[in-house]
């Protein structure tokens, strides 16, 4: 998802300060929803896809299920990625839906800032097969693939996930690192586009202005996140992120590297630009959607951008842990998030993609304009502008990650 950094304690403040998601989503982009079939989103990525994964071939560790005994769950996740009571952020309605209905209780925590870290965190113990405390873990598609293939994802009884196998959008059942359905439910998906700071700089239209305009000079930042900063540079160059060469990487690695030596880019970041981009220290940066439209609530001179060559897709998804002793307890969550209405519940509030088929048909029933409106369910001409990072297999991620945190110092 959008959030690959912590926030600094100031950006938390300004979100904090920003009205409820809820309240201020209407007739803003929020992303779109994989309900509505397309070909860009046939082959949805996140932040780039990971190669093909196949079925789990690292350690098969052997854990008793204790979801009858015990009936609990523990759910890590990103930041903002959870309904919220209106009076008492901590109260997730959903959450307490769910109990309701099933008895089980939910050990929420947003613990999960990046993907290598988190994953840095549980690899040892998943690797040795000790428990992580940890029942859902989400990570984005390219770690989810690492995940699979290491081994260290619990197989989905498909018994106990018909709505999830029933519901998840016919745009997301064919993805190559889970083509089964058997490993990873897609949790929500989002956008990245260029943030703008109009009472800084005018509006930026294409990668290009961004890189080389005179204006922005010193005030922009991009994303240490390899797929969305090079999904940029890549179109920016007239390619496709979903098909390229290994030449027509290093051309787009080039044009990075000019922009840094020039003093174009200021740094490059996790979702810490929010606070610059509040304070209007940045004037233009490619970010993530979710952020930049909370920032625009609270100050409608900050806008997100669709550039002329368009927005890079990327999506999240749960997966139980191996080790996790609440397995039974854990599809049953997933499951309950493939109900269109919670589904569409969820959706409205977060402002992220819905995975979840039906669930445009019961937003109406939330708020008629949300459901109605293309930029949160896409039609055939916002569908166009949303390019995917292709799938790289094991050799070509490091190969490609090890060059760009070269280009970019980290």
Same mark, same amino acid.
Request: charged share 25%; hydrophobic share 40%.
């Given at each position: 998802m959008a959030r690959r950094i912590p926030l600094s304690p100031q950006a938390q403040a300004v979100l904090a300060a920003m009205p409820s998601r809820r309240n201020v989503l209407r007739g803003a982009l929020a992303g779109g929803a994989f309900a509505v079939a397309g070909g860009a989103l046939a082959a949805c990525g996140t932040k780039g896809t990971g190669g093909t994964a196949g079925p789990s071939a690292g350690p098969r560790c052997t854990t008793a299920d204790l979801s009858a005994t015990e009936r609990k769950i523990a759910f890590s996740n990103w930041p903002a990625y959870m309904d919220e009571d209106e009076k008492n952020a901590e109260v997730h309605p959903t959450l307490v839906a769910f109990k309701a209905k099933t008895g089980i209780d939910v050990s929420y925590t947003a613990d999960i800032n990046d993907n290598n870290e988190f994953y840095g965190k549980i690899r040892t113990q998943l690797a040795a097969c000790q428990p992580i405390d940890r029942d859902i873990v989400v990570f984005?598609?390219?770690?989810?693939?690492?995940?699979?293939?290491?081994?260290?994802?619990?197989?989905?009884?498909?018994?106990?996930?018909?709505?999830?196998?029933?519901?998840?959008?016919?745009?997301?059942?064919?993805?190559?690192?889970?083509?089964?359905?058997?490993?990873?439910?897609?949790?929500?998906?989002?956008l990245t586009g260029?943030?703008?700071?109009? =009472?800084?700089?005018?509006?930026?239209?294409? &990668?290009?202005? $961004?890189?080389?305009?005179? #204006?922005?000079?010193?005030? !922009? +930042?991009?994303?240490?996140?390899?797929?969305?900063t090079m999904g940029f540079m890549l179109m920016s160059?007239?390619?496709?992120?979903?098909?390229?060469?290994?030449?027509?990487?290093?051309?787009?690695?080039?044009?990075?590297?000019?922009?840094?030596?020039?003093?174009?880019?200021?740094?490059?970041?996790?979702?810490?630009?929010?606070?610059?981009?509040?304070?209007?220290?940045?004037? =233009?940066?490619?970010?993530?959607?979710?952020? &930049?439209?909370? $920032?625009?609530?609270?100050? #409608?001179?900050?806008?997100? !951008? +669709?550039?002329d060559e368009g927005m890079m897709l990327w999506s999240d998804n749960m997966l139980i842990p191996v080790t996790s002793p609440h397995a039974a307890n854990a599809m049953a969550l997933i499951d309950y998030y493939y109900d269109p209405k919670v589904a569409a519940e969820l959706a409205a509030f977060v402002n992220y993609v819905c995975p979840v088929a039906g669930a445009q048909e019961e937003m109406v029933k939330i708020d008629p304009d949300l459901a109605q409106n293309p930029l949160i369910f896409p039609n055939a001409e916002m569908q166009a502008k949303i390019k995917i990072f292709k799938p790289l297999t094991e050799a070509e991620e490091k190969e490609y990650t090890g060059r760009f945190q070269a280009a970019i110092g980290a």
């Open positions: 984005t598609d390219w770690m989810a693939t690492t995940f699979i293939r290491n081994g260290f994802a619990a197989k989905f009884n498909p018994d106990k996930v018909a709505t999830f196998l029933k519901n998840l959008a016919p745009t997301l059942r064919s993805r190559q690192f889970d083509p089964n359905m058997e490993y990873a439910a897609p949790w929500q998906s989002g260029i943030g703008v700071n109009t =009472a800084v700089a005018k509006e930026v239209r294409t &990668v290009d202005e $961004l890189l080389t305009r005179a #204006d922005l000079k010193g005030k !922009v +930042t991009c994303l240490t996140e390899m797929r969305d160059n007239g390619k496709d992120p979903g098909d390229f060469t290994t030449a027509d990487f290093d051309a787009a690695l080039e044009k990075l590297k000019a922009a840094v030596a020039s003093g174009q880019i200021r740094r490059f970041t996790g979702n810490d630009y929010v606070q610059d981009l509040a304070k209007g220290d940045i004037a =233009a940066c490619i970010a993530w959607s979710g952020d &930049v439209i909370q $920032l625009g609530f609270e100050n #409608d001179k900050i806008k997100l !951008v +669709t550039p």
